[in-house]
């Protein structure tokens, strides 16, 4: 179904991932291990379209071709993309956050019986589905972070470490929940870190080691594998060489700087502020957990004028930038409406901002699918 040919991938000079070639079937789960830095998020990042990097080879979801296409299109092909870092939006409800994944026209139409599926596989979100997202434990979010990606209506998912900083008991719980969703006819092509859990619900597995594939065999077989043991498993040392430096665990640095998420999270609260409310002095006591972008960026067309239901997108994206950056020294009484000025970097800045121009139509595209999603959400509920 999903088949991965000679895929390479470069950034700049650097040569990330080199002809490698993997499968995803119907209704199995196939993981990919190997040690940091040996190209597991770019072979996602690949397949659903988002790799920064030069991608050249062959993707193919039965039969049609991936590369160079758009991220939207190639969830309507049926692939769907649940990123490290889970990329939920703290500040809408389970029910909101799921419903964002049904944007793809294929899933649009289905959109209350991908739900229900959801729904049913995680009964959990049906009991905490008016429940803000960020109020929710770590293994809950991913769980709804799995979910959101099943609205679009899947044949294969692909997930990035979707364990990292998962407890023992949430680990295992979500790897339960990832059988489930297998056993529901669905592909899986899961990253992994957490080789012992991965490979006990996997099928087949691959192992990358300096962007190259250099092993391929069904998971029963590497579990047993005495070199793959000492790799990655932490095994005895066995005779053989070992096919991977052994793996350093988390924990990641934290990223320098707020994701495009956490821009956009910072301006959905500032649809719910009065306008007069001025710009918090502090932050939050409890930060929103959102960090990662969408599962695959929306449609790419973004708003150009006016804004959604009232809203004018180009002054909260703005009002987001002011606040983030710190550059808010006075509160403004009211939302920004005059164009985006380079902000002027004072002597401790809160916060390093990222290039937003790069983000910017991106994340006007996602606040619109955000406010159309939850105005949906807020209709049905009524
Ligand atoms: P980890 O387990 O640490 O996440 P990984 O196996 O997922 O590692 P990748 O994130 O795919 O590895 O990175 C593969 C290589 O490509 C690394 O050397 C990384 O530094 C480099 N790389 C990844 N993304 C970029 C980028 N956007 N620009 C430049 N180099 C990159």
């Given at each position: 179904?999903?088949?991965?040919?000679?895929?390479?991938?470069?950034?700049?000079?650097?040569?990330?991932?080199?002809?490698?070639s993997?499968?995803?079937?119907?209704?199995?789960?196939?993981?990919?291990?190997?040690?940091?830095?040996?190209?597991?998020?770019t072979?996602?990042?690949?397949?659903?379209?988002?790799?920064?990097?030069?991608?050249?080879?062959?993707i193919?979801?039965?039969?049609?071709?991936?590369?160079?296409?758009?991220?939207?299109?190639?969830?309507?092909?049926?692939?769907?993309?649940?990123?490290?870092?889970?990329?939920?939006?703290?500040?809408?409800?389970?029910?909101e956050?799921?419903t964002l994944?049904?944007?793809?026209?294929?899933?649009k139409?289905?959109?209350?019986?991908?739900?229900?599926?959801?729904?049913?596989?995680?009964?959990?979100?049906?009991?905490?589905?008016?429940?803000t997202?960020?109020?929710?434990?770590?293994?809950?979010?991913?769980?709804?972070?799995?979910?959101?990606?099943?609205?679009?209506?899947?044949?294969?998912?692909?997930?990035?470490?979707?364990?990292?900083?998962?407890a023992?008991?949430?680990?295992?719980?979500?790897?339960?929940?990832?059988?489930?969703?297998?056993?529901?006819?669905?592909?899986?092509?899961?990253?992994?870190?957490?080789?012992?859990?991965?490979?006990a619900?996997?099928?087949r597995?691959?192992l990358?080691?300096?962007a190259?594939?250099?092993?391929?065999?069904?998971?029963?077989k590497?579990?047993?594998?005495?070199?793959?043991?000492?790799?990655?498993?932490?095994?005895?040392?066995?005779?053989?060489?070992p096919?991977a430096?052994?793996?350093s665990?988390?924990?990641?640095?934290?990223?320098?700087?707020?994701?495009?998420?956490?821009i956009?999270?910072?301006?959905?609260k500032?649809?719910?502020?009065p306008?007069?409310?001025?710009?918090p002095k502090?932050?939050?006591?409890?930060?929103?957990?959102?960090?990662?972008?969408?599962?695959?960026?929306?449609?790419?067309t973004?708003?150009?004028?006016?804004?959604?239901?009232?809203?004018?997108?180009?002054?909260?994206?703005?009002?987001?930038?002011?606040?983030?950056?710190g550059?808010?020294?006075?509160?403004?009484?009211?939302?920004?409406?005059?164009?985006?000025?380079?902000s002027?970097?004072?002597?401790?800045?809160?916060?390093?901002?990222?290039?937003?121009?790069?983000?910017?139509?991106?994340?006007?595209?996602?606040?619109?699918?955000?406010?159309?999603?939850?105005?949906?959400?807020?209709?049905?509920?009524?």
């Amino acid at each position: 179904m999903l088949e991965v040919s000679k895929l390479s991938a470069t950034y700049g000079q650097h040569r990330a991932l080199e002809d490698a070639s993997i499968r995803v079937n119907k209704g199995e789960i196939v993981v990919i291990l190997g040690a940091n830095g040996a190209g597991k998020s770019t072979l996602l990042k690949a397949v659903s379209g988002i790799c920064e990097g030069q991608v050249s080879g062959s993707i193919t979801m039965n039969g049609t071709e991936l590369v160079g296409m758009k991220p939207d299109r190639i969830v309507e092909q049926g692939v769907a993309l649940v990123p490290e870092g889970r990329g939920i939006f703290g500040d809408l409800s389970v029910e909101e956050n799921l419903t964002l994944g049904a944007y793809a026209s294929r899933a649009k139409d289905a959109e209350r019986s991908s739900l229900d599926k959801v729904y049913a596989l995680f009964p959990k979100l049906r009991e905490r589905r008016r429940q803000t997202a960020r109020t929710m434990s770590g293994g809950e979010q991913q769980m709804v972070a799995i979910g959101r990606a099943m609205m679009s209506n899947p044949s294969i998912l692909t997930l990035d470490e979707p364990s990292l900083g998962l407890a023992p008991l949430l680990c295992k719980e979500l790897f339960q929940n990832l059988k489930r969703v297998r056993d529901s006819g669905i592909g899986i092509l899961l990253v992994e870190q957490n080789a012992r859990a991965s490979l006990a619900i996997a099928d087949r597995g691959y192992l990358l080691e300096n962007a190259h594939i250099i092993h391929e065999d069904t998971a029963e077989k590497l579990a047993n594998d005495s070199a793959v043991q000492k790799a990655y498993l932490g095994g005895a040392a066995s005779k053989q060489a070992p096919v991977a430096a052994p793996i350093s665990p988390p924990p990641r640095p934290a990223p320098s700087g707020p994701s495009p998420s956490e821009i956009a999270a910072a301006a959905m609260k500032s649809i719910a502020q009065p306008k007069t409310e001025p710009a918090p002095k502090a932050p939050a006591p409890k930060p929103t957990p959102v960090a990662a972008p969408m599962p695959t960026p929306p449609p790419s067309t973004p708003p150009t004028s006016g804004g959604v239901n009232g809203i004018d997108i180009n002054a909260l994206v703005n009002h987001a930038r002011e606040v983030s950056a710190g550059s808010l020294a006075k509160p403004t009484g009211s939302l920004p409406s005059r164009p985006a000025t380079p902000s002027t970097p004072t002597s401790q800045p809160r916060l390093k901002m990222p290039d937003l121009n790069a983000h910017g139509d991106r994340l006007k595209s996602m606040l619109a699918e955000m406010e159309e999603a939850a105005q949906r959400a807020r209709q049905r509920n009524k």
